[in-house]
């Protein structure tokens, strides 16, 4: 009976793996869902994102290097919406994030929003490890 099911799954894997195969190559080749009338606009909030987060000298880059000083090494998952709604989730990489590890990154990076004059309202902080991903 065992022996039964194990032939049972395998060929149901084998099937499943048949069927989806084909659709790949159609998803590849399914058109872009962005408009070209909201292109422009697309590019240009990137381009305002890059130069607000990550200019040479830029805010992500300076807690990067504060959090370095401190002994952390993170990853840095983003959702920007505008500036006035920046989700950032750092995950720290080879450490656990402890309640303590978790405020320490988030002071660092509110004492730099502050000598920056940014509007620390406009962002949501999360602290994790580096094997959690964003939440949104």
């Not at 872009?32 to 607000?52: A, C, G, H, R």
């Amino acid at each position: 009976m065992k022996n039964i099911k194990v032939i049972f799954s395998v060929a149901s894997a084998l099937v499943m793996i048949g069927l989806l195969l084909p659709l790949q190559g159609e998803a590849a080749e399914l058109p872009s869902t962005v408009s070209p009338e909201i292109q422009p606009k697309n590019n240009e909030i990137l381009e305002e994102m890059q130069n607000f987060l990550f200019a040479e000298n830029g805010i992500m880059d300076q807690v990067n290097t504060e959090l370095l000083k401190e002994g952390y090494k993170a990853r840095t998952a983003l959702v920007y919406y505008s500036k006035e709604d920046i989700q950032l989730k750092f995950l720290l990489v080879d450490k656990e994030a402890t309640a303590s590890d978790q405020e320490k990154v988030k002071s660092i990076f509110f004492e730099l929003i502050q000598k920056n004059n940014l509007d620390p309202n406009a962002f949501t902080i999360e602290v994790g490890n580096e094997e959690d991903g964003p939440d949104w």
